[in-house]
């Protein structure tokens, strides 16, 4: 059937939007984190509701970002259903970062989610369902990402969130897999949405693709919306029942592997309590970084400031370091100009990458897997220009390492 195109206004008020809205809940999951968050938030007590994904939930695609994202909606329509006396005590914190996998997103997790422990949300919305295809593990850091949040003291509910391209693809096959295994609540804008798009009115028809996507990616204002709604939709169906008695368990087999649900990141500001390091030739600072407006801020922060630059002036020597863990991973700049090029990366004195400034066309942080080992040993890792690249930049912006 050709595409239904009708551009007239979405009716969101109408009985066949809210049936849409409803096929989103793939899962309720194991109920009883979530209302205890919203029991809290009822209470009048302190409660945070925070999002890790791409660049749709850094906002892409809304106009403007910081308050048109369906992070920022899902947020404010939580705070006036559960919210007690105007819901200042309910707090936003979004970690989006448009481009990047959940191979980077577990890196980031403690640094802009829980904001270097000042921050122990109640709510985690992970959404990677279309950025994962860049995840060169299949999906463990992905799971091992979702463990991470799970594990925190104060027992967050996690919620999956499976956004989807205009394509029709993303990933939900094999990352609500990791859902079922720990009994989450998994909503699926590719559920709600995809269906119609190619009915007629008088079928169900709601929403145009025109009218959902900005671009083959991202989702328009209308489409944010919808993606609140649906979260929206699994608030209040967790709100009308008992919660379960027992909480989920954590200590199952994992699907595809928990190796990094404890990474943690190494910059240029924490590293001397990890690391013995030689920046030799990498002693800039590179500024001209990925920008991400992180929460409701209008004005976006640098990602990875502390961060390791190697210039041509600055000579031909190894940044090296000697580190006691059981994986690591590099995080370095993808950059759009000539001006960067490729460095190899060798691991006790054996090329194991070679790692492209260019591997897309645009500034962005990307992150690779050097090692990844059952028990924890010290390695020595060295970062040099590859051959032919002596009159280019490179910077490491930081790695991921599990002790």
Excluded at 125 to 139: Q, S, Y
Excluded at 191 to 210: C, N, W
Excluded at 358 to 364: A, F, M, Q
Excluded at 388 to 402: A, D, H, M, S, W
Aim: charged share 25%; aromatic share 10%; glycine share 8%.
């Amino acid at each position: 059937m050709t595409l239904y195109a009708s551009e007239e206004p979405v009716d969101f008020g109408s009985k066949t939007y809210r049936n849409m809205i409803a096929k989103s809940l793939l899962d309720k999951g194991n109920n009883k984190r979530l209302k205890a968050a919203i029991a809290k938030a009822k209470r009048g007590d302190d409660v945070t509701i925070a999002f890790i994904g791409g660049s749709i939930t850094h906002g892409a695609g809304a106009e403007p970002l910081h308050t048109g994202c369906y992070a920022y909606l899902t947020y404010t329509a939580f705070k006036e259903r559960f919210g007690k006396d105007g819901g200042d005590h309910i707090r936003l914190i979004k970690a989006g970062v448009g481009g990047t996998p959940s191979e980077l997103g577990m890196i980031r997790y403690d640094r802009d989610v829980r904001r270097d422990g000042e921050a122990e949300p109640d709510i985690v919305v992970v959404e990677f369902a279309v950025n994962d295809a860049d995840d060169e593990t299949n999906g463990v850091c992905y799971e091992s990402l979702v463990l991470k949040a799970l594990a925190a003291r104060n027992a967050p509910a996690v919620i999956l969130l499976f956004s989807v391209f205009e394509n029709d693809w993303n990933l939900q096959d094999r990352l609500s897999l990791v859902g079922k295994q720990y009994g989450l609540p998994m909503v699926s804008v590719k559920d709600a949405v995809t269906e119609q798009f190619y009915k007629s009115k008088e079928e169900g028809h709601v929403i145009s693709k025109q009218q959902f996507f900005s671009d083959i990616y991202h989702p328009t204002n209308a489409g944010h919306r919808i993606m609140a709604d649906c979260l929206s939709w699994l608030f209040s169906e967790t709100d009308k029942h008992a919660p379960n008695e027992e909480d989920m368990l954590l200590n199952k087999p994992p699907v595809y592997g928990n190796d990094f649900a404890n990474v943690q990141l190494l910059d240029r500001n924490n590293f001397e309590e990890i690391a013995i390091l030689a920046e030799g030739s990498f002693h800039a600072y590179d500024s001209e970084l990925q920008f991400a407006e992180m929460d409701d801020h209008p004005t976006g922060t640098p990602l990875f400031p502390f961060n390791w630059m190697r210039t041509p002036e600055a000579g031909n020597e190894s940044f090296t370091m000697t580190i006691h863990s059981k994986s690591l991973l590099l995080i370095y700049k993808n950059s759009g100009s000539d001006d960067f090029g490729n460095a190899d990366i060798r691991v006790d004195g054996k090329l194991v990458r070679v790692a492209e400034s260019h591997t897309v066309g645009w500034t962005r942080c990307h992150a690779v897997i050097l090692y990844r080992e059952l028990a924890s040993k010290e390695h020595t890792v060295e970062v040099n220009m590859a051959a032919g690249n002596e009159n280019k930049r490179f910077t490491i912006l930081g790695f991921g390492f599990v002790r």
